[in-house]
């Protein structure tokens, strides 16, 4: 009978266990350091520094000025278009989020079935949201158009005229609600995961006492889903509260700031107008706006979320 | 298993690459140390040196001018190599270069310019004024009142002048013949300017929608107003830079001329006219020949010169304000300046002035490019036809009170703001012409304010 050659183990006493221990601690540094200098020089560093430069005055030609909070004091009592910013941010995420949520899992409900051909349809409706950022603007713009544009002309063909969508401040935002939704895509691959995790046997339970398809998708595939729903809604309105592409390139904050998002109202105060520590202040208001949002989510999510194995509160 | 065999256990190869990656990391990020002194190896009788210089402008005849410019430079200093880029996203990219220390040589406007003069950014050139060849003598520049930091600092010539800009008004031969309308005179007026624009805007296809218009310009930019505002004896910002007096009745006699262009004798097209019509490809109405005459700058000559071929194109000067009888001019002024901090002090300068020297001059007046600012190029190379009525140019430069763009910190934010934003308001049918004045002279104010 062989045995095989088993590895050395230290025992040698407590010195040497301690130096075992050590260098096992060394090399788990050593392993993880090129991902740990990365993340210290290009994120936490940055993130430091833009909480220190949100107190001081700098345009990158003058040194740094210290100013204190008079950037958060004129945030909210001198800066008109701040506030628009954050307002039209505001009113895109409160229509944006529930729409392409609900648009995805509808679509993602209709895809989930075992049909010859079905992975064609899934990828068609999945290839709008990995299109580039910018030609889908530019495309979008086209769309549109007020005269010539593919959305005016198809309403058109049943009377109705369709507004100055990118031009009208009543309807520029309308407009990119609409247009942020074609990205569901992504949200709906998740639906679609989420949907094939569910347990037949619920469904066939449900069956059995009568349920209509309205009635298992309102008790069980909802709650079943709402997981899923629950992350995809947290990280959609963190998206949209960081819109940017779509607006500097189809309307650059107008018509009359009517489409001025506060990333780009940020992105405008720290690179055209050299306000570095302006936006920066900007930036981390965005960051405990959303953090705020999210612990609250977070506290809500025990009324609604339901996890396997969980009752329901 | 041989003792005298070393087996090589996955742990040892995953410690092996670990070390070997750090170590590629921490190589990668190392910063070359120079060789010390009396190593031994021979130095070359000439160094080969690598200048680089951005130009924001991209379009042929810049390119030309650059790829010209470079060819030269590299002919007269062996050994040097210049990369020339265009970077049409170096307004946004310089600042990393300030922050990085690698600005080079590069071509600038006047909005940040003299702010970062002030910072001492910029590379002395006047001890290389003297050797150049041909001399260069800054008597033959005419560097217009206002834009003198952008020139000199604390008695130091710190840029090379390059070109005067102006506005210009573009107009179309062709439907003024037409129309049968004669080339207006010098000396015409607002009303007169109203009169023509509206015999020249009509149905051309008898389908009952205006399709040719008299007039349009762009309501972006500070420039665009002031050519108006100044003519009416108005101002857009205060000698002192802390108000934008926009609501004074001359400067909100001006908008208000402007705005009843466009929505009262609806000669300008209003913003979704000119969507649909370049949603069909027509990018420049003028060019397309939907609008008879055009507000545009003086660097459009070279351009039109080329692209202009389905009409005969003139300029005309600027019509006079019924209130002052005069007409106004402004400039804005670009320059070349390399970084204070440059590896090659003596060439980075020498390429600064060769950029802006006399020859460099007087290609760019025989092009047209711009309006050249050594006085001998404006005179002999600028001054020649097409179009027709060249002369209009420096007859604009030779009247009083031709005056630069105000130029003081933060005018970026406030023209953005003020014409851009809250002005064009009222232009786009998004506010009335009273409010839209009232904002922009209290945003205006408010960003002045914290300069």
């Known amino acids: 009978m062989t045995s095989q050659p088993q590895p050395a183990v230290h025992h040698a006493g407590k010195a040497s266990f301690f130096g075992w221990w050590r260098w096992r601690r060394i090399e788990g540094y050593l392993f993880i350091a090129p991902w740990l200098i990365g993340f210290v020089a290009f994120v936490l560093g940055p993130f430091l520094a833009s909480f220190f430069l949100s107190f001081a005055d700098w345009n990158l030609v003058r040194p740094p000025t210290w100013v204190g909070l008079e950037h958060y004091r004129t945030m909210f009592t001198n800066d008109p278009k701040y506030i628009k910013s954050f307002v039209n941010t505001v009113y895109f995420t409160v229509f944006h989020v529930p729409l392409i949520l609900v648009v995805a899992l509808f679509i993602a409900l209709l895809l989930n079935r075992q049909l010859p051909g079905i992975g064609v349809f899934r990828t068609l409706f999945y290839l709008p949201s990995v299109t580039a950022g910018v030609a889908t603007a530019i495309l979008w713009r086209f769309i549109f158009n007020y005269h010539y544009g593919l959305l005016n002309q198809a309403i058109g063909l049943v009377g109705i005229e369709g507004p100055n969508w990118l031009g009208s401040t009543k309807w520029a935002m309308p407009a990119f609600i609409i247009m942020s939704t074609w990205g569901f895509g992504s949200l709906m691959v998740l639906y679609l995961a989420g949907l094939q995790g569910v347990p037949r046997e619920l469904y066939e339970a449900a069956e059995i006492d009568g349920a209509t398809a309205w009635d298992k998708l309102l008790n069980v595939t909802i709650p079943m889903m709402s997981p899923v729903i629950f992350f995809t809604m947290i990280m959609t309105i963190i998206g949209s509260f960081q819109i940017f592409t779509a607006a500097f390139v189809m309307t650059e904050g107008g018509p009359a700031d009517a489409t001025l998002f506060y990333i780009l109202y940020l992105y405008r105060s720290a690179f055209q107008w050299l306000r570095i520590g302006y936006a920066s202040a900007m930036a981390w208001i965005l960051f405990l706006v959303i953090l705020a949002l999210t612990l609250i989510q977070l506290k809500l999510s025990r009324r609604w979320v339901f996890y396997a194995g969980e009752e329901l509160a | ?451």
Not at chain 2, 18 to 37: I, R
Not at chain 2, 110 to 125: D, I, K, R, T, Y
Not at chain 2, 234 to 239: D, K
Not at chain 2, 369 to 395: F, H, L, M, W
């Open chain 2, 1 to 451: 298993m041989d003792s005298t065999t070393k087996k090589i256990t996955r742990r040892t190869f995953l410690r092996t690459s670990a070390f070997a990656g750090t170590a590629g990391v921490l190589a990668a990020c190392a910063v070359p140390v120079a060789a010390p002194a009396g190593d031994g190896a021979a130095a070359p009788a000439m160094e080969d040196v690598t200048l680089r210089m951005v130009t924001h402008y991209g379009s042929p005849v810049r390119r030309e001018f650059t790829s010209r410019v470079k060819d030269i430079f590299e002919a007269t200093h062996p050994g040097v190599t210049v990369e020339v880029e265009v970077a049409p996203d170096i307004d946004v990219r310089w600042q990393t270069e300030v922050a990085a220390k690698t600005l080079p040589v590069m071509l600038w406007d006047a909005n940040l310019f003299c702010e970062m003069a002030a910072q001492g950014v910029f590379l002395p050139l006047d001890d290389r004024l003297p050797m150049q060849q041909p001399p260069v003598d800054m008597d033959d520049y005419n560097v217009p009142t206002g834009a003198e930091c952008m020139v000199w600092h604390e008695g130091q010539q710190i840029a090379m002048p390059w070109i005067n800009g102006a506005p210009l008004l573009y107009y179309n031969v062709d439907m003024f013949e037409e129309a049968g309308i004669e080339r207006p005179s010098d000396d015409w007026t607002w009303d007169d300017f109203v009169d023509v624009t509206k015999e020249l805007t009509r149905d051309t296809d008898g389908d009952g929608e205006i399709d040719q218009w008299g007039y349009m310009q762009s309501t972006r930019w500070d420039e665009h107003f002031a050519q108006w505002i100044f003519a009416n004896g108005g101002e857009i910002v205060t000698e002192d830079r802390l108000h934008t007096p926009l609501d004074t009745p001359e400067a909100a006699g001006a908008i208000e001329f402007l705005y009843d262009l466009r929505f009262t004798h609806k000669v300008w097209p209003l913003a979704e006219q000119m969507e649909a019509l370049q949603a069909l490809g027509i990018g420049s109405l003028f060019n397309g020949g939907r609008v008879a005459m055009t507000y545009g700058g003086t660097g459009g000559i070279g351009g039109f010169n080329r692209s202009v071929t389905d009409f005969t194109y003139d300029i005309l000067h600027f019509p006079k304000s019924p209130a002052t009888g005069e007409r106004a001019l402004w400039t804005f002024m670009q320059n070349f300046a390399g970084p204070i901090w440059s590896e090659h002090p003596d060439l980075d300068a020498d390429l600064a002035i060769a950029l802006g020297g006399p020859s460099s001059q007087r290609w760019a007046g025989r092009t047209k490019i711009q309006v050249p600012i050594y006085t001998p190029a404006v005179e002999e190379d600028y001054a020649t036809k097409p179009p027709e009525n060249i002369r209009v140019v420096p007859e604009m430069f030779a009247e009083p009170g031709v005056q630069h763009l105000p130029i003081f910190n933060g005018k970026t934010e406030w023209l953005q703001t003020v014409f851009g934003g809250e002005l064009t308001k009222a232009f786009i049918g998004e506010a009335s012409l009273a409010d839209a004045i009232t904002s922009a002279v209290a945003e205006g104010d408010r960003i002045l304010a914290r300069q």
